[in-house]
């Protein structure tokens, strides 16, 4: 401090320093009396110093706070220490305003205490601050009091400081008990680590945390807690601990439960699906496929998912199943079909797959599920091929049948109440095609035949195919004769075979049917020549024992017997060449006379033959050859051709119904009436008898005349 | 009776063979009143009066049954001739059977023990 200044006294320098500072202040004795008051102060209350000495300050002090801030200052005078005092004081314009009043014990340099020097900070504006703070704390309360979550507050050690109702009530608490609460006591024991840990590190880095737990609640049961909490700062910037939510996720996990579950399921029943699975979305990527498709596409995950059928699949396949897919979109019901696919093992498969839409909000999603039908599908490919097969074999079966010559039989049932034929068969029975020919069936009157055997109608249950069908045993080689309603017969010959069901049972036959009219007709024919021949056999030779009796009878002189005998077997020869030539069908009378007259060629000119074409029949002929050759021999010997000049004239008529045969002999030697009658004239007599006609022999003057006069139709 | 003079007819549809039977009945001395070569002259003839009757068994394919029939009703006897061993006799009739051609060795003793027993008191 300089020395050439001029000198103040200690006390003028503090009353200067203590009236330029800008707070207010004053002084005491030890008796309580205020002594002293600096500018500041009487300019803030307005009023003179004098006013203020000695208690006159406690009147600025707001009523309210007057008593007991006078109170207080009067103790701190007991114990002489340091102090410090709130109290709103009147200003000079009648406002209060908060002052802290700190009080600094005076003492002389003896130490003996003289009162007190007092500072009034204005502390107004932190008063209200705080007040507004309080009520923004209130309001935040009020508000977490009745926020429907649970909400808590904790200090920056972590220590629960605030729980709202809902946490209490979760808890069950009072909010008296607060204080002591233990909630970490209430963490499931296997999260407790876990939770520590999170809490302990966001108050380290005095940050916020997330985490989930579960925590017991007042009935005992554990629930599932999320907890969101944020760090909480004063204004002045300092860390005050943590602001948490906590939401009850129960509910929701169960509900996430049950949906893992859900889907877990649906994988499980996917895994095991014995065909192949997928899901598509809007834009026909694969968001979903089982193994089995998998497999059956030869993609991985990484290949299939996310990828479209064209992404993967040749185009035909590609757009196979895109259209399939479309066609699964237009119809509620989906769309069942069957596609085609070569696979990773190197064969085309085909599947039966229902694909169906399953609407999302993502858009409409395609579901496909596949089974794989190739084997029976080969199977249904190799059954066509058999069926073919077999149709064109029955085809070539029934062509076959048709075209046999012989009649062909089936009947179906027991009672054959309907029986089909071939083309043959029904040709033979006189019946279109398709016709029913049984005769135990429901037409069985209308057909135009009846069958016998031996004779005999068949009684229709008798008939081979019906017998055969109801006793079950086959029937081989029978023969039966079908007369038609025309009068048309027939011979058939007929085997007929049973038919068996699977259980043994008979079902019908099948009989084949031989028109064997002809064969009879021949083996008739040929039982009849061979009758014939025997007959003409024996009847030769009776005709040549007669023929040798009777030229006996003539002549017992052997050069004669020998020449009649032989002239008359010649005879009968030629007219049996004659026969044999016209296959003994009847030969025509004028060729019989020439054959008769050939041995007679010397003859010619004296022979006049005059007739109609007339047939005469085999035994007839013989005779009448026999007659001729005897009247030309006779001629010959002793009549008209036995000169020159006689004439023979021979001329048959046709009359009605009969032939007249006239002999006439003219210009020969005078002829009488033989003294016996002769071989001659007793043949042609015998011969009308055979013929059945009349005969007569004359012996006029000028020669024989003989007449023979048979009816045509005679034998 | 025997067999001289007894009345044959004769049935047969071959002349010659008639002729003949009728000349080795005649030898017999038996006499032939009629000859027929067909059915119906036949079935005339079977009304006449005779003791013995030669029938052939097929004339021209007819059978003689109903001339045999006539005449076995009339009790009196009959001889059959068979061309071609035909042996089935009409119904009702029991008769001896010829074959053709018939000896005279053949017919004699048939004609002679016919006729005897058919006269025999």
Known sequence: ?715 | MGVRGARLILVEDEALLALDMQDMLEDMGCLVVGMAGRLDDALVLAETDFDLALLDMNLGGARIDPVAQRIAARGIPIIFVTGYGQRTLPPGIAAPVLDKPCSPDALRPLVGAILEARHAP
């Open chain 1, 1 to 715: 401090m300089p020395h050439d200044s001029p000198e103040l006294p200690d006390q003028l320098i503090l009353q200067h320093i203590a009236s330029a500072t800008a707070v207010p202040m004053w002084a005491s004795g030890a008796d309580q009396q205020a002594i002293w008051f600096n500018k500041p102060w009487t300019d803030f209350v307005g009023r003179p110093l004098a006013q203020e000495l000695g208690s006159g300050w406690a009147e600025n002090v707001q009523p309210d706070d007057r008593e007991s801030c006078v109170a207080q200052y009067a103790t701190h005078f007991g114990t002489r220490e340091a102090f410090s005092l709130e109290f709103r004081l009147r200003r000079h314009d009648g406002a209060y305003c908060w002052f802290r009043n700190l009080g600094v014990p005076m003492r002389s340099p003896e130490g003996a205490f003289s009162g007190y020097v007092n500072t009034c900070i204005d502390i107004t504006e932190q008063k209200r601050s705080l007040a507004a703070l309080r009520e923004t704390e209130d309001r935040m309360r009020l508000m977490s009091e009745s926020a429907p979550v649970m909400l808590w507050m904790s200090d920056a050690m972590g220590k629960c400081v605030h729980l709202n109702r809902r946490l209490r009530e979760f808890w069950g608490l009072s909010s008296d008990a607060l204080p002591d609460y233990d909630w970490r006591g209430n963490i499931h024991p296997d999260d407790v680590n876990q939770v520590d840990a999170a809490v302990q590190k966001a108050l380290a880095s005095r940050s916020g945390l997330t985490i989930q737990m579960r925590l017991r609640d007042h009935r005992g049961e554990y629930r599932f807690i999320r907890t969101d909490a944020q760090a909480h700062y004063a204004p002045s910037g300092d860390f005050l601990g943590l602001i948490g939510v906590n939401i009850d996720m129960t509910e929701e996990a169960r509900a996430n439960q049950a949906l893992r579950r859900s889907e877990e399921r649906f994988a499980r029943f996917m895994h095991h699906l014995p065909g192949l699975a997928w899901i598509k979305d809007d834009a026909g990527r694969y968001i979903f496929a089982n193994e089995a498709a998998f497999r059956a596409f030869g993609s991985s995950q990484e290949q299939l998912i996310g990828r479209t059928d064209d992404d993967i699949f040749p185009r035909e396949t590609a757009q196979q199943f895109r259209e399939n897919d479309a066609r699964a979109h237009k119809d509620a019901g989906g769309a069942r079909v069957v596609e085609a696919l070569w696979q990773s093992d190197g064969l085309l498969h085909h599947s039966i797959v229902s694909k169906f839409a399953i609407p999302d909000p993502d858009g409409v999603l395609t579901g496909g599920v596949a089974i794989d039908v190739t084997d029976h599908h080969a199977a249904e490919t190799r059954i066509a091929v058999l069926n073919e097969d077999l149709k064109n074999r029955l085809e070539e079966q029934e062509a076959l049948l048709d075209a046999l010559p012989v009649g062909v039989f089936i009947a179906r049932d027991r009672e054959c109440t309907e029986i089909l034929s071939n083309k043959t068969g029904a040709s033979m029975l006189a019946l279109p095609e398709g016709s029913n020919v049984s005769k135990t069936g429901r037409n069985a009157g209308a057909l135009p035949f009846k069958v016998y055997s031996g004779g005999q109608e068949f009684a229709s249950h008798e008939l081979p195919m019906q017998r055969c069908a109801r006793l079950g045993t086959p029937i081989h080689g029978e023969e039966m004769e079908v007369v038609f309603t025309d009068g048309r017969t027939m011979t058939l010959h007929e085997s007929v075979s049973p038919l068996f069901a699977g259980n043994g049972s008979v079902r019908g036959c099948v009989g084949v049917f031989v028109d064997i009219t002809e064969r009879k007709q021949t083996e008739r024919q040929k039982n009849l020549f061979i009758d014939e021949l025997n007959h003409r056999v024996k009847n030769t030779l009776a005709i040549v024992q007669s023929i040798a009796s009777q030229t006996l009878r003539q002549t017992n002189e052997p050069k004669a017997f020998n020449s009649a005998f032989v002239g008359r077997l010649d005879a009968l020869a030629r007219a049996h060449s004659l026969l044999t030539t016209a296959l003994w069908q009847g030969v025509d009378l004028a060729d019989l006379v020439a054959v008769a007259l050939s041995p007679f060629e010397n003859f010619k000119g004296q022979v006049a033959v005059q007739g109609p074409s007339i047939v005469i029949r085999p035994n007839g002929a013989v005779t009448l050859a026999l007659v001729l050759h005897e009247l030309a021999t006779n001629a010959a010997k002793y009549g008209a051709l036995s000169t020159t000049s006689g004439k023979v004239a021979i001329a048959w008529i046709k009359e009605g119904g009969s032939i007249s045969l006239h002999w006439s002999e003219t210009g020969g030697p005078p002829v009488g009436e033989p003294a016996r009658k002769g071989f001659g004239s007793r043949l042609i007599a015998a011969s009308a008898s055979q013929l059945g006609g009349t005969a007569n022999v004359a012996y006029a003057q000028d020669g024989v005349k003989a007449t023979l006069a048979f009816p045509l139709e005679g034998p």
